[in-house]
């Protein structure tokens, strides 16, 4: 499995930007890189999605260096409902690889 | 409709009980899910149903019991269970078993074994 790391907790203030790393040294050549934001008592949230170089979506950005072994989701602009857990997840579909969720970063936005 | 919904919410059941959770998206995917998720943890995949067949079992002991009756519906038959299986339920679907796209999670149940 693409075992992911990322920092346990994060702490950022309302307006600034927001950078969350995750490494994935052993990704595989069909894997992408799956970001998911979760709110307590509630169900993650799909952020982005990407396989390399860079994606941007109305939410946040994805940075994917060329060797592909981390990942970093860019949160612009921070406010106090962005205080949530972060997850990186790195697979297939069709495999369960793509299904293992790391154990997230708690991002916690003060104002 | 980009809507995973799950029933009950909450969920209180003796060790000796049966009981079911229930799953429901009308987006047309194929492809459902159940995780489970303990308090400050990551959520766990339990089962993958691709085209209403079973793909994916990671190994979750039979006192749990999915179904997949139709593309619409996912059930988790609950029997005899643990209080260490006390923990949120979790559903997603994903349109397309095979490609790259996001999963649509559920609220969830919360269930507690006493």
Redesign the interface.
């Given at each position: 499995l693409a075992k992911t790391t990322q920092p346990i907790s994060m702490d950022s203030y309302e307006g600034q930007e927001v950078n969350i790393t995750c490494s994935h040294n052993n990704i595989a050549t069909n894997d992408?890189i799956?970001w998911?934001q979760q709110f307590p008592?509630?169900?993650?949230?799909?952020i982005i999605?990407g396989y390399k170089t860079k994606v941007t979506n109305e939410v946040a950005s994805l940075f994917i260096p060329a060797d592909r072994k981390s990942s970093t989701l860019s949160l612009p602009r921070v406010s106090l409902s962005d205080t949530a857990v972060y997850?990186c997840l790195v697979g297939?579909?069709?495999s369960?690889r793509?299904?293992?969720?790391?154990?997230?970063t708690q991002l916690t936005v003060l104002p | 409709d980009t809507e995973?919904t799950q029933t009950p919410k909450h969920l209180v059941m003796g060790m000796t009980n049966k009981k079911s959770l229930k799953c429901e998206q009308h987006m047309g995917h194929r492809?459902m899910?159940w995780y489970k998720q303990k308090a400050k943890k990551?959520?766990?995949?339990m089962f993958?149903y691709?085209y209403e067949k079973l793909?994916?079992n990671?190994s979750v002991p039979s006192r749990f019991s999915p179904e997949c009756p139709n593309s619409s519906l996912l059930n988790l038959h609950l029997h005899a269970l643990q209080p260490e299986d006390s923990a949120?339920y979790?559903?997603?679907s994903?349109q397309t078993?095979?490609?790259?796209?996001?999963?649509?999670?559920?609220?969830?149940t919360?269930l507690t074994v006493t």
């Open positions: 992408y799956t998911y008592s509630q169900g993650p949230r799909f999605q997850y297939t579909e069709g369960a793509q299904l293992t969720f790391g154990s997230g | 995973v492809a899910y990551p959520p766990e995949l993958v691709s793909s994916i990671e949120l979790l559903c997603a994903h078993p095979g490609l790259n796209y996001e999963q649509y999670f559920g609220p969830g919360r």
